[in-house]
């Protein structure tokens, strides 16, 4: 649903935001009503407050909420079925023994937030992370203590390369609508994410990791103890003595088998990010049949589901008969339901808060500060992150915003890709209850709402901040 034409001014509805998140937190944290009746019961009040018409409102709430549900649901469900296979298997055992092999155990959040990296170069924010969250699982498994410890790096990787990287959605369309270069946005923005990443998400991440000790449920090998060690209660190995001891077939799989089957969705939508940069450009006919053919595949639901009957036809064979694949799948899927009804329904609270105008009101209220071209670019996609959660439309409608003043400075397609890195990195900061992306991290690795606040909004800034410093720091350099 498009923003109505605001029923108060900026004061009123940042007022009503700030209300309805607080209540919201209220009710959640203290009341302890569940988050989804507590994020439906918030939007329906909020919309009306806010003065969206009676006969509108109903749309406003399923907007938000469809659209995040459609996005989210199958990506999670796909995802979860891919690491349950490789989960039972032992698959995840050994892509983790790999790494840590490769890097040793004190660098195990290294390794895991590096291959994210290089994982989150073409796959969405929550489409990576849910496919690494066996991985996750079994390296803090392994080694015990805190799963934010091992959680926050990786997840802030994903969200550094979704946030800043072309061919992802929002950098592109800022670059586009700025009038920049998406060559240059790529080969800058790949060492500003890689540098902004290190510094506000790894080294605040395994900080972080260190002072939180949160013991989750593995969704799909049950309760992880925290405590060290693996999921062996007596430590003979054979899982015996541990009724929350995982399924593991055998023989594992080897190293290539899980590679292949991890590299397949990046190959895939690669192609399709690939072949929509070449037709933007005019290199290749879009509209041709093999083109039609490799953006279909390579969209990230199909993309997975492919994965998906892949990982059935390597894994399965030897281990399982492929009828029996559905039991573990559903076991999967079952823990999942919840958080993706809760991700949809921050997705409908963010919705509301766009549909009411208080994005619009705070935006253009910003934008008549004066205020230097970076920096007005930083604060009003912090403004309007804050007010609807949403990254990439903040990141969007800020570029929009300030596209004229762009064009009337002539700026090089450096400077311009510099403060579309200005954009994403308010748009990155401060996520909370409006942002669907808090959900999911909250519920996957298993935190309340207060610890999530304390660990991955501080996170989620922290990167953001570091973007921004490292693109103001560029910017007066060159």
């Known amino acids: 649903m498009d923003p109505i034409e605001p029923a108060y001014g900026t004061t009123t509805l940042l007022l009503i935001a700030a209300a309805a998140v607080a209540v919201l937190l209220f009710l959640i944290m203290k009341v302890k009503l569940h988050a989804f009746v507590s994020l439906v019961l918030v939007s329906a ?3 009306v407050v806010a003065g969206i018409p009676l006969a509108d409102v109903p749309d406003a709430l399923m907007s938000g909420f469809s659209s995040t549900l ?5 990506l999670v469900a796909l995802g979860v079925m891919i690491g349950r296979l490789l989960e039972i298997t032992g698959g995840a055992q050994v892509l983790a023994d790999t790494l840590i092999n490769r890097f040793g155990a004190k660098r195990a959040p290294l390794a895991l937030g590096v291959a994210a990296l290089i994982f989150g170069f073409p796959i969405f924010f929550d489409a990576g992370l849910v496919v ?16 934010l410890l091992y959680a926050l790096p990786t997840a802030g990787a994903f969200a550094a390369m979704h946030a800043i990287v072309p061919p992802h959605p929002g950098p592109v369309a800022a670059t586009e609508l700025l009038g920049g270069d998406i060559g240059t946005a790529l080969v800058v923005g790949v060492p500003v994410a890689v540098v902004s990443w290190f510094v506000g998400s790894y080294l605040v991440g395994t900080a972080l990791g260190r002072r939180f000790q949160v013991t989750t449920v593995d969704l799909f090998a049950g309760p992880m103890t925290g405590g060290g060690g693996d999921s062996d209660s007596d430590g003979d190995g054979d899982g015996s003595k541990n009724p929350n001891a995982p399924v593991r077939f ?23 990010t690939g072949v929509n940069t070449l037709a933007a450009a005019g290199v290749v006919d879009g509209d041709s049949t093999w083109a039609a053919a490799l953006t279909l595949i390579g969209q990230t639901p199909i993309a997975l589901l492919i994965t998906v009957l892949l990982s059935l036809f390597l894994l399965a064979p030897g281990r399982f008969p492929v009828a029996d ?42 934008s008549d500060l004066g205020l230097p071209l970076m920096l007005q670019a930083f604060l ?7 007010a609807q959660g949403s990254a990439t439309v903040a990141l969007t409608t800020t570029a929009g915003l300030i596209a004229v003043q762009v064009g009337e400075q002539d700026l090089s397609n450096f400077k311009v890709a510099l403060l579309v890195f200005a954009l994403a990195a308010g ?5 909370h209850v409006n942002d669907s992306g808090f959900w999911l991290v909250s519920r996957f690795f298993g935190m309340d709402e207060k610890t999530t606040l304390k660990t991955w909004t501080v996170m989620e800034t922290t990167l953001g901040l570091a973007v921004f410093a490292l693109a103001s720091l560029l910017w007066v350099v060159f």
Do not use: H
Not at 250 to 272: A, D, M, Q, R, Y
């Open 45 to 47: 009040v909020t919309a």
């Open 380 to 386: 009003i996609a912090t403004a309007l992150r804050v």
């Open 250 to 272: 055998e023989p594992s799989p080897k190293f290539g088998t899980v590679l292949l089957i991890l590299l397949t969705p990046l190959v895939l939508i690669s192609l399709n």
């Open 132 to 147: 690494f969250l066996p991985i996750i699982y079994t390296v803090a498994r392994r080694f015990g203590g805190s799963v």
């Open 70 to 74: 459609g996005s989210v649901a199958l």
């Open 325 to 366: 694949a559905a039991k573990y799948m559903d076991q999967a899927l079952g823990p999942v339901c919840s958080i993706i009804l809760i991700t949809g329904a921050g997705g409908m609270f963010g919705g509301v808060l766009r549909a009411s105008g208080i994005g619009q009101s705070l935006t253009s209220s910003l």
């Open 427 to 431: 748009a990155t900061v401060l996520s």
